[in-house]
Nanobody, 124 residues
């Protein structure tokens, strides 16, 4: 059974930082590209960042470029998202997901499994 478990969310003031983690199990983690997405009632599901299976290639949504950093530790089956310079508009439930399809040239990707999410709330 594929499982993805996120952690690290919380309440933080604008300008603050958080580090999200996602531990994968039930599949060969190091063979899959992975992604972070976030969701709010207002905006729906929004792509945040993705990385390839080895962590050598990354992409970011324009809204988080330069503030967020994705990384992974395949020995520990863990995906990370470092969130710096947080803004109130970053408030959302953050999910990690396994990518079953990715086209870097077309910037297209499809995920097949995602975790239960971790809540990030940015507020003064």
């Amino acid at each position: 059974e594929v499982r993805l478990v996120e952690s690290g969310g919380g309440l933080v003031q604008p300008g603050g930082s958080l580090r999200l983690s996602c531990v994968g199990s039930g599949f060969d983690f190091g063979l899959y590209a992975m992604t972070w997405v976030r969701q709010t009632p207002e905006k729906g599901l929004e792509w945040v960042s993705r990385t390839d299976a080895t962590g050598s290639r990354e992409a970011y949504a324009p809204s988080v470029q330069g503030r967020f950093t994705i990384s992974r530790d395949n020995k520990k089956n863990t995906l990370f998202l470092q969130l710096n310079g947080l803004k109130t508009e970053d408030t959302a439930m953050y999910y990690c997901a396994r990518l079953r399809y990715i086209d870097w040239d077309r910037a297209e990707a499809t995920f097949d499994y995602r975790g239960q999410g971790t809540q990030v709330t940015v507020s003064a």
